[in-house]
């Protein structure tokens, strides 16, 4: 009898562990879930910049320049040439060319971390839905070992 209690406690340990495994699981797919959304954000705002340099082609005389809030000025473009943001408020002139090529760099960066984040998904997703019915299986037994 006093064999079977302790047996019983050992399988109320393992379903704790289960539980908060599931549980840090289920964290760690949120946060997969979050970082799927910044990428594919990120990759429109790719995409924007690369049809906003793609229409500097194109002749033009007045353009509007955004400066925030819904507010734009009328300004000119007088050359070729596109700053980039380098880092640490460093900037480098590009030409319309090099600037694309940049965009489809990055692009090509971010699909792959995008794939990576959608490979763990699916890994965690399985995982969780394989450990969920083990634990409902173990707390079944736990319950009908108390009748």
């Known amino acids: 009898m006093e064999k079977e209690k302790h047996s019983h406690k050992h399988t109320e340990a393992e379903i704790q562990e289960k539980v908060i495994i599931y549980q840090l699981l289920n964290k760690q797919l949120e946060e997969l879930r979050r970082d799927a959304v910044i990428i594919q954000e990120r990759l429109l705002e790719l995409d924007g910049t690369r049809q906003a340099i793609e229409e500097l082609k194109k002749p033009r005389e007045d353009v509007l320049i955004p400066i925030g809030s819904?507010?734009?000025?009328?300004?000119?473009?007088?050359?070729?040439k596109i700053l980039s943001n380098v880092g640490a408020d460093v900037m480098v002139d590009r030409?319309?060319?090099?600037?694309?090529?940049m965009i489809e760099e990055k692009k090509k960066e971010l699909e792959r971390l995008k794939s990576d984040?959608?490979?763990?998904?699916?890994?965690?997703v399985k995982t969780i839905n394989e450990?969920?019915?083990?634990?409902?299986?173990?707390i079944r037994e736990v319950q009908e070992g108390e009748k």
């Open 131 to 138: 450990m969920l019915p083990e634990i409902q299986e173990m």
């Open 117 to 124: 984040v959608e490979r763990d998904t699916n890994n965690v």
């Open 95 to 101: 030409s319309v060319e090099d600037a694309i090529e």
């Open 70 to 80: 819904g507010f734009y000025l009328y300004g000119k473009i007088t050359g070729k």
